[in-house]
């Protein structure tokens, strides 16, 4: 069987910084390459410093390094998006073009260039929107995502690319904190509540919305990469559910561990964003072709952060 050699652009958010490891444990520390903007932290393996707008500073990993796989997760998110669409649309869409172009001149095997619910808008259906429900999405980072799941059918029609994805609802997890989303919330609130104080949520108490613990999102991606290609049958990107809550279940979730717990309500402009968004998915058709199935649900995902994050604060 073939070394895989595994490049992570983006290693440093929300989401690489949980990937990284479960990559380094499949297929050996020194075949993984994390790269982001700026060095992280903490050593945590072979690292690049990398601008991924720069195609040829890409080309010269992917050469150097002799990679066969890349997980492109670099992004601006939909929150921080808005703050500068145009800037947002560039970053998300040269990063995204420049790695798909770069598996195709140098016979990536596999890549993987996630999507969102974030692509959904006012028209799709919002309780078990379907996979192949219409794509008019409200925000800079939607439309973006849009484009990229296009781009992604393209490459894997005209040339062949092994190029998957999933539409990841908002990721819930205890190691980093999210970079710039409308589900952030949903992470803050916890780092709240185990030091005690309350929580200020920018939503209103009642906004549904799919959310996902950090151990299905890595699953989901790890099994969608295994799969046998044959078992692909969707190339723009696979809808993805996890759980589904409001700010107000999520609330009377952790009063379960800190009865005094407290939420505040005072929703600024990511409530149109939340609103715009569906609140249930239906993910039957990932459930047909490559056999997912989310194991977190609300009590389980409150019980998993309350534990970790106690033992960061203590
Ligand atoms: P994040 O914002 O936490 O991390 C993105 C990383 O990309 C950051 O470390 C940033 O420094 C890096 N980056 C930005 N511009 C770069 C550039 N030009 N070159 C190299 N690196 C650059 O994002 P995340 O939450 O880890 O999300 C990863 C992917 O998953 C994104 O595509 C995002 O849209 C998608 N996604 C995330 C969620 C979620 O809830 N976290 C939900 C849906 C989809
Ligand atoms: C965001 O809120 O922008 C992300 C996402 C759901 O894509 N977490």
């Not at 990284?20 to 499949?26: D, G, I, K, S």
């Not at 609130?189 to 919305?209: N, P, W, Y």
């Not at 696979?238 to 009377?252: C, R």
């Not at 952790?254 to 964003?273: C, E, G, L, M, S």
Request: proline fraction near 5%; charged fraction near 20%.
């Amino acid at each position: 069987m073939q070394r895989e050699t595994i490049l992570v652009i983006g290693a440093n958010g929300q989401i690489g910084t949980a990937l990284l490891p479960e990559l380094q444990v499949q297929f050996g520390v020194n075949q993984v390459i994390a790269a982001d903007l700026r060095k992280p932290s903490s050593e945590t393996g072979l690292f690049e410093v990398l601008d991924a707008t720069k195609p040829d500073a890409l080309t010269d990993i992917v050469r150097r390094y002799r990679v066969t796989q890349i997980y492109h997760l670099a992004a601006i998110l939909s929150a921080k998006g808005e703050s500068d669409p145009l800037w947002a649309w560039n970053l998300n869409m040269q990063t995204a073009l420049n790695v798909l172009e770069v598996s195709r001149l140098h016979n990536i095997r596999k890549l993987f260039i996630p999507s969102s619910i974030a692509a959904f808008g006012e028209h799709a259906p919002k309780y078990e929107t379907p996979q192949t429900a219409i794509l008019d999405p409200a925000t800079v980072y939607g439309i973006s995502k849009v484009a990229a799941e296009n781009w992604s059918l393209y490459y894997h029609k005209r040339y062949g690319l092994d190029v998957r994805s999933v539409r990841y609802p908002g990721v819930i997890s205890h190691q980093s904190m999210p970079g710039g989303g409308t589900t952030d919330y949903a992470v803050a609130i916890f780092h709240e509540a185990v030091q005690g104080r309350s929580f200020e949520c920018f939503l209103e108490k009642d906004t549904r919305l799919p959310m996902i613990y950090m151990d299905d999102a890595l699953r989901a991606t790890l099994e969608l990469m295994d799969a046998p290609e044959s078992q692909i049958s969707v190339r723009t990107s696979y809808n993805l559910a996890g759980m589904s809550f409001t700010p107000a279940e999520l609330t009377e979730s952790i009063q379960a561990y800190f009865p005094n717990f407290v939420t505040q309500y005072k929703p600024d402009f990511r409530q149109a964003i939340a609103e715009s968004w569906p609140k249930t998915i239906d993910d039957s058709v990932a459930r047909q072709d490559w056999g997912w199935k989310a194991a977190f649900d609300l009590p389980r995902l409150t019980h998993e952060m309350i534990t970790h994050l106690t033992a960061v604060y203590q």
